[in-house]
């Protein structure tokens, strides 16, 4: 009578699919597709970087290059910026220029600031943090004693003493950027490491022979990365942020570069008589900022949804 049954069940049991494990990684990538805001703010980072990519092709549909002044059709009787129209699709500048096409370009400095600044950042702050946490020792007592130095520097100070001596240029202020930033890095990279150097697999591989760099390389590294990677996010648009804010006191890139810290310096004597010359330009700023800061918080969310869970109470 039970021999149905148990042949039912058993034969069910042998077609069912293993339960198959699956990693951190693979989890936070899942909780972050089903996220819509970081997932909407992911294809906005998408266009930005498509319309940063295809700001020649802008400039060619316009027939207007970045830094052409048109002081006959791009000003008006009176030597005010023209309103957004048929042939200045966003209006224009002080100068006659066509603000869209600057707009695009200034997002290719954007990205190329942001990216590269917080590239540099990143490598520095991953490498002291790596050092200070797996050595320890006096080599840890040094380097955090540079830290402290590092984060303890006046960085609008130093950021104009070094443009008034080399000058103002996008390296100078990648490295700026980059030097002040690398601090905060470090200090998250070596708390982690400090949590996990004495873990077993990081024992094992000790007893195995491995050398200092390997392991912390190959052991080490890997299991800091998500936290890493969740800073870098956020550190995108801080990036982005400060580079604007140096164009904007004069500290950023010379003119006639188009960089939307800088549109928005010029506009400031124009924002009663030509609104559009501030407007967009800032609300590219705004937009670029929030739709990285939205994606960071997302990914943040998806590595640790309890830190999530915990805002929610």
């Not at 069940?9 to 597709?33: D, F, M, N």
């Not at 319309?51 to 002044?69: C, D, F, K, R, S």
């Not at 797996?134 to 840890?140: K, R």
């Given at each position: ?112 600031v942001g990216v590269v ?74 708390g982690q490491v400090l ?12 007893s195995l022979g491995a ?103």
């Amino acid at each position: 009578m039970n021999a149905q049954p148990v042949a039912t069940v058993t034969a069910s049991a042998a077609t069912a699919k293993p339960i198959e494990g699956r990693g951190t990684w693979a989890l936070a990538w899942s909780r972050l597709r089903h996220d819509r805001v970081a997932m909407i703010s992911l294809v906005v980072i998408l266009l930005i970087v498509v319309v940063a990519i295809a700001a020649p092709l802008v400039a060619h549909v316009t027939g207007h290059p970045p830094n052409e002044q048109y002081r006959d059709i791009g000003l008006s009787p009176e030597g005010l910026p023209r309103a957004p129209n048929s042939t200045f699709w966003l209006g224009t500048d002080d100068l006659g220029r066509d603000i869209l096409v600057r707009i695009a370009y200034g997002a290719r400095v954007s990205l190329l600031v942001g990216v590269v600044a917080t590239g540099l950042t990143v490598v520095i702050g991953v490498l002291v943090g790596l050092a200070a946490g797996y050595v320890g020792g006096w080599l840890d007592t040094v380097l955090a004693r540079i830290v402290d130095v590092v984060l303890s520097v006046p960085f609008l100070l130093v950021a104009i003493a070094l443009v008034s001596v080399t000058g103002p240029s996008m390296t100078v202020t990648v490295l700026v950027i980059g030097f002040f930033s690398w601090a905060s890095v470090a200090r998250i990279v070596r708390g982690q490491v400090l949590s996990i150097r004495e873990r077993e697999y990081v024992e094992a591989a000790r007893s195995l022979g491995a050398g200092s760099i390997r392991i912390m390389f190959v052991d080490v590294l890997p299991n800091v990365l998500a936290p890493v990677i969740v800073y870098t996010t956020l550190l995108v648009p801080v990036v982005i942020v400060t580079q604007a804010t140096l164009s904007f006191l004069g500290l950023g890139l010379p003119p006639p570069t188009a960089d939307w810290g800088g549109m928005i310096s010029s506009a400031q004597n124009y924002y009663t008589t030509a609104w559009w010359f501030v407007v967009f330009p800032g609300a590219a700023l705004l937009i670029t900022t929030l739709a990285f800061n939205l994606f960071g918080d997302g990914v943040r969310d998806a590595f640790d949804p309890r830190f999530s869970q915990q805002l929610r109470r």
